[in-house]
């Protein structure tokens, strides 16, 4: 049952929360999105990404990216009622067409079928088109971790980012999604942005009254600036190690765009509506199978490679998505700001 929490200082803002149990989550996720164009499978397949994110802790991908997936249903860009279809181009390529849904409803069509082929061939890849992907990039590889295979994803979205030398927005934030895995544990599971931070993150910051890490982004002046607003309004991102990152940022691009016939993050903003959603695009995904490809006992090797590794000396090493993994197995309720829950609240009256 939701309960609202006393205030607790942010930064320099009094932030309230709200606690709502998770099935209360997938509950305000699911309405909200059915009374605002979604039919009942669309509207579970993506409140169940997003109190799935709430779940984890992935709180820039959970409820925060509600009103913006009703911003798209409401205004059209999106449908409500796709359908997507699956093509078998070859036994290792699946090819998806989207119908101009979100992308969750892609995943619950391709990803059994990447599943089979990389199985049966040793790799398969999953090129998945006319989607409108802004949920986070790692349940798509953790899918095909638990189901004994190497998971590598990335999409892109409009631009954001300046590429290493410019101080105008071109690249997405790009996130690249990795996951391997480890039969009777818990995969490793990494989700990142190519930018120095998502945007997502910096948008929560700022509403929290956060400041960001020097070098995350710069102003509308093209300056380095350590406030959330300043870059989230009119400012830009930078990509994470300078080149390097930009680098990364290029051959996401690449490959969810220039390999699989798809728009580039410019283009992607040339033709959307502005009403705050995703915008039309495309997503890359490849599945590898230890099984098929590795010519040793894999899971022996890797996991005392895993050993060594979080046996150096330090005050710890952390395996990716261990985190993640940890806050799941928590049944209490999560607090949710509740002015974010009370602007959802609105979107159904």
Known sequence: MAKDNVEEKTGNIKMSTTDLTLDEIHKLAFDCLQQNGADALNAELLATTISTAERDGSLSHGLFRLPAYVAALRSGKVKGDARPVAEIVSPALIRVDGDNGYTP????????????????TGVGILAI????????????????????????ACTNYMPAVA?????????????????????????IVYDMATASMAMGEVQVAARDGHDVPLGTGMNADGELTTNPSDIANGGVLLPFGGH???????????????????????????????????????????????DRIAVDDWEA???????????????????PGARRHKNRLSKAPRAINTALVEKIRSLMT
Do not use: Y
């Not at 290493?164 to 544990?185: D, E, I, Q, Y």
């Open 105 to 120: 409803h892609a995943h619950a069509v391709g990803l059994p079928k990447l599943i089979e082929a990389a199985k049966t």
């Open 129 to 152: 088109h006319k989607t409108h992907h802004m949920a986070a990039l790692w349940p798509e590889v953790e899918a095909l971790a638990e189901a004994g295979l190497v998971g590598i």
């Open 163 to 187: 590429p290493a030398g410019a101080t105008k927005a071109f690249f997405g934030t790009n996130p690249l999604a990795f996951a391997w895995p480890r039969p009777g544990k818990s995969p």
């Open 244 to 290: 390097k990152g930009s680098a990364i940022a290029m051959m996401v691009e690449l490959l969810t765009a220039g390999l699989i016939g798809e728009t580039f993050s410019d283009e992607s903003k040339a033709r959307d509506n502005g009403d705050g959603g995703p915008p039309q695009g495309g997503q890359f995904i490849m599945a590898l199978s230890p």
């Open 301 to 319: 090797h890797c996991d005392a490679f895993f050993e060594r590794m979080t046996g150096l000396p330090g005050p710890g090493v952390r395996l």
